[in-house]
C-alpha cells in the first residue's frame, strides 16, 4: 500500500504546477473508463503498464 502512496505523492507533486485547464477536461465518462481500465490492468498483474502511461503523460506535460 506504501507504494501507492508514494506514487500518487509524487503524481501530486509533479502535476501541481500543471496548467488548470487540464482539470476541466476530464469529464465522469473519462474517469470511470480510466478507473476500470486501471483497476483491470491492476487485478491481470500488470500494474507496469499504469506506471508506463503515467511517465509517458508526464513527458507530454513536460513538453508543453
Known sequence: MS???DVTRHLDEKLRGA???LQQKITLGRAKGFSLFATRTILSGEGDEIIELAKTNLRQLARE
Open 3 to 5: 507504494w501507492a502512496v
Open 19 to 21: 496548467k488548470t485547464w
